[in-house]
Every structure is written in structure tokens, then in C-alpha cells.
Nanobody
Framework: QLQLVESGGGLVQPGGSLRLSCAAS????????IVWFRQAPGKEREGVSC????????YYADSVKGRFTISRDKAKNTVYLQMNSAKPEDTAVYYC?????????????????????WGKGTLVTVSS
């Protein structure tokens, strides 16, 4: 069964850090684009970060640039999202998604929701 499973969400104080994980099973993430999306209550789902597992290229939305870092552990078939300097506006359900190549760049992927595989999400709450 092909699936993505997110973990690592929880409650974090403003200014704090959290690391989200996206583990793939049933397939390898080689050659995929992996995108972290988030959806806050009452808002549309938005792409926040992307990594190309082919060449390691990364992309960040302006709202998280300089605070979030996306990375991949090939041996664990897992992608991470390191969240630093968390803000209350980062509160959302975070989803990871994978796509084999409808588009050519991460900048295109963060603007689409047309992905091959989706996880079920993990809730991040930034609050004191």
C-alpha cells in the first residue's frame, strides 16, 4: 500500500521549534517532488515548502523563508520540515504530498494541489 504518514505535530510556543516528518511506505521517494502544505482554520490549503529528491532543489514560501528548512533522509525514505521561530500564524494542519513529475520546478508545485499522493496531516499549534 502506497502511503505518506506525517508525524511530529503538537503544541509549540511562539519562537519555538518543531520538526515534522513525512515517511513514505510502499514506494521510494526517489525522483519525486515532495511538498509540505498547510491549512489553517477557515483558509485554503497552501504550499509552504518543496524539495526535489532528484537534485535536492528546495523552495520556500515567503511566509516561512528563513525559518523553515526542508530536508530528506534517503535511507529512511523520509522528508522533514524543521520549523524554527514559530509564529501563531503557523498554526495549521500540515500535510505532505508527493508527485512524480507533472511539473518541473518546486515553485510550480507549491502553487498546485495536483499531487499523486497525500498524507492525512498533522496538527501544529503555535500558542503560549
Amino acid at each position: 500500500q502506497l502511503q505518506l504518514v506525517e508525524s511530529g505535530g503538537g503544541l509549540v510556543q511562539p519562537g519555538g521549534s518543531l520538526r515534522l516528518s513525512c515517511a513514505a511506505s510502499g514506494f521510494t521517494l526517489d525522483y519525486y517532488f515532495i511538498v509540505w502544505f498547510r491549512q489553517a482554520p477557515g483558509k485554503e490549503r497552501e504550499g509552504v515548502s518543496c524539495i526535489s529528491t532528484t537534485d535536492g532543489t528546495t523552495y520556500y514560501a515567503d511566509s516561512v523563508k528563513g525559518r523553515f528548512t526542508i530536508s530528506r533522509d534517503k535511507a529512511k525514505n523520509t522528508v522533514y520540515l524543521q520549523m524554527n521561530s514559530a509564529k501563531p500564524e503557523d498554526t495549521a494542519v500540515y500535510y505532505c504530498a508527493a508527485d512524480l513529475g507533472k511539473y518541473y520546478t518546486c515553485s510550480a508545485y507549491v502553487r498546485t494541489k495536483n499531487m499523486d499522493y497525500w498524507g492525512k496531516g498533522t496538527l501544529v499549534t503555535v500558542s503560549s
